[in-house]
Nanobody, 125 residues
C-alpha cells in the first residue's frame, strides 16, 4: 500500500523558515521522481518543486526559486522542502507526490500517480 505522509507544516511569520518532510512507503522510492505542489483556498493545485530519482536534476516554480530547496534521502525514503523567506502568498496546503517514472523532474499534476494528504503552511504578515 503506497503511503506518502507529510509533516512539518505550521504557522510562521513572514520572513521565517520552515521545512516540510514527506515519508514514503509501499513503493520503490529510489525509482520515483518526487514533487511538491500546493493549493491555496479557491485556487488550483500548483507546482512548487520537483526532483528526479537521484537528486541530480531539480526544477522550481518561478515564484519560489531562490527561496525554496527540495532534496531527498533515498536511504530514509524521504523528500524534503526547505522554505526560506516565506511570504503570506506562500500560504497553502502543501502536497507531496510520487511519480511512476524515475527521470523527471516532472512539473504537471497528471505526471504523478500518488499523493499525500497534505500539510498546512500558513504565513502571517
Amino acid at each position: 500500500q503506497v503511503q506518502l505522509v507529510e509533516s512539518g507544516g505550521g504557522l510562521i511569520q513572514a520572513g521565517g523558515s520552515l521545512r516540510v518532510s514527506c515519508a514514503a512507503s509501499g513503493f520503490t522510492f529510489i525509482r520515483s521522481a518526487m514533487g511538491w505542489f500546493r493549493q491555496a483556498p479557491g485556487k488550483e493545485r500548483e507546482f512548487v518543486a520537483a526532483i528526479n530519482w537521484s537528486g541530480g536534476s531539480i526544477k522550481y516554480a518561478d515564484s519560489v526559486k531562490g527561496r525554496f530547496t527540495v532534496s531527498r534521502d533515498n536511504a530514509k525514503k524521504t523528500v524534503y522542502l526547505q522554505m526560506n523567506s516565506l511570504k503570506p502568498e506562500d500560504t497553502a496546503v502543501y502536497y507531496c507526490a510520487a511519480s511512476t517514472g524515475y527521470r523527471g523532474p516532472y512539473t504537471e499534476v497528471y505526471e504523478y500517480a500518488y499523493w499525500g494528504q497534505g500539510t498546512q503552511v500558513t504565513v502571517s504578515s
